[in-house]
T-cell receptor, first 114, second 118 residues
Framework: ETGVTQSPTHLIKTRGQQVTLRCSSQSGHNTVSWYQQALGQGPQFIFQYYREEENGRGNFPPRFSGLQFPNYSSELNVNALELDDSALYLC?????????????FGPGTRLTVL | AQSVTQPDIHITVSEGASLELRCNYSYGATPYLFWYVQSPGQGLQLLLKYFSGDTLVQGIKGFEAEFKRSQSSFNLRKPSVHWSDAAEYFCAVAPTNAGGTSYGKLTFGQGTILTVHP
């Protein structure tokens, strides 16, 4: 059974650019959640996708957007990058959106914005 | 305001000593409660969770946690720490509404870094 994978591992962008991060969910999982973890902080919930529909959103501006594909993999897109967007971006997949189903986390994508 | 607090940013213990990591939450209804561990370069791994029932919860790697409603706390414990336990530990909650329904969004504390001395 393949776990949650994310690509790329590291990424360097400049302010104002756009970035796309990718996440492959674990087999059998239809829900993907995205989190931003700034240095020295706990992860912050960005949004969740369940069966290709957004199923909840945290306190992030609209320039953070996402997609979930029919195979339940997911993308996180960030437009007009700001320096404060530098962080580790984690995705987690789960059997469905219910919190009693464990969220399995990928290793993350480290984004640096210069 | 709703929040999760881990009062200790950094804890150092000797190998073989006992461990307790503190977590307090501030929510109207009792949320679902979790502890995760994050090792350098790794994603988060679930140690244990509490939804209802027995307030003492057993998890993986010899960890346990106790839910105390009166104190709004969910502290993580381990009787004897191993060097491999050195990592960062996060308490997390999934808020519930008055009917006990939660929508899976996890809110994390700031984390506690555990250092283990030989």
């Amino acid at each position: 059974e393949t776990g949650v994978t994310q690509s790329p591992t590291h990424l360097i962008k400049t302010r104002g650019q756009q970035v796309t991060l990718r996440c492959s969910s674990q087999s059998g999982h239809n829900t993907v959640s995205w989190y931003q973890q700034a240095l020295g902080q706990g992860p912050q919930f960005i949004f969740q996708y369940y069966r290709e529909e957004e199923n909840g959103r945290g306190n992030f501006p609209p320039r953070f957007s996402g997609l979930q594909f029919p195979n339940y993999s997911s993308e996180l897109n960030v437009n007009a990058l700001e320096l404060d967007d530098s962080a580790l971006y984690l995705c987690a997949s789960s059997f469905d959106w219910q919190p009693y189903n464990e969220q399995f986390f990928g290793p993350g994508t480290r984004l640096t914005v210069l | 305001a709703q929040s999760v607090t881990q009062p200790d940013i950094h804890i150092t213990v000797s190998e073989g000593a006992s461990l307790e990591l503190r977590c307090n939450y501030s929510y109207g209804a009792t949320p679902y409660l979790f502890w995760y561990v994050q090792s350098p370069g790794q994603g988060l791994q679930l140690l244990l969770k509490y939804f209802s029932g027995d307030t003492l919860v057993q998890g993986i790697k010899g960890f346990e946690a106790e839910f105390k409603r009166s104190q709004s706390s969910f502290n993580l414990r381990k009787p004897s720490v191993h060097w491999s336990d050195a990592a960062e530990y996060f308490c997390a909650v999934a808020p519930t509404n008055a009917g006990g329904t939660s929508y899976g969004k996890l809110t994390f504390g700031q984390g506690t870094i555990l250092t283990v001395h030989p």
